[in-house]
Every structure is written in structure tokens, then in C-alpha cells.
């Protein structure tokens, strides 16, 4: 079960997403990442293996051969002017900024993933 967390500012998706993954607090993940700010996989990567979250050893395009994403995974999602961070669990799209969606927002446009393997 993930519990949603909104973003407490407009560039602090990623943070929100390892947030809901580790069940701790935003706040401490915005500390713990060293950043109010925009995120990068390397970053969302370090924060992982800090929370102790299994992943993939890298981001995956979407393309024809990796058409789709994971059950779990982390999502690069383009916005018409910005990338922006999207948690995808169980077929719903935990959206720090948008909400808990069935689909992803319909101006972004997803294209790579990082697995996120649970237990």
C-alpha cells in the first residue's frame, strides 16, 4: 500500500516519490537529498539505495522494444515545459503534483522508467 505525498513545492516531485516509497516523512527526504529542487535519476537512485528500496541499475527508454513500464516503477513524465516525477503503482499513477490518477495526466507524455522492485 503506498500513501500518497503532494508536493510541498514545484520542484520537489522526485522527493515526493521517494517519500512515498519509504514511508518517511518528506521533509526528511528533502533533507536527506540535500535538495528542495529539481532531482535527477542519479539522485532519485542515491535516495533509494539510502532507504534501502530495491531498483533497477538504470532508467529504461520507453520505446518499441520496452514499450511499457513496470508495475512499480518511477516515471519520467514531459510536461509541455518541464519534466516532472510520477510514482506508478498497481495501475494508478500516484502524481505528487495532480494527485492519485487512473491514467497519467493527459499533457505528459511518458518516456522512461526505473523499476522499483517491492517484496
Known sequence: MIRYVQQPTFQTC????????????IEDVIRTMK???????GQLIEAL??????????????SKA??????????TVH???YSHWVLHYKSKFYDPE???LDKCHED???TSFLDIYLD
Open 108 to 110: 505528459g507524455k511518458i
Open 14 to 25: 522526485g522527493q515526493a516519490c521517494i517519500s512515498m516509497l519509504s514511508d518517511f516523512p
Open 35 to 41: 535538495t528542495k529542487g529539481p532531482t535527477s535519476i
Open 79 to 81: 510536461m509541455p515545459n
Open 49 to 62: 539505495d539510502y532507504y534501502g528500496i530495491k531498483h533497477a541499475e538504470r532508467n529504461k527508454r520507453i
Open 66 to 75: 520496452n514499450p511499457k513500464y513496470s508495475d512499480v516503477s518511477i516515471l
Open 98 to 100: 495532480f494527485g492519485v
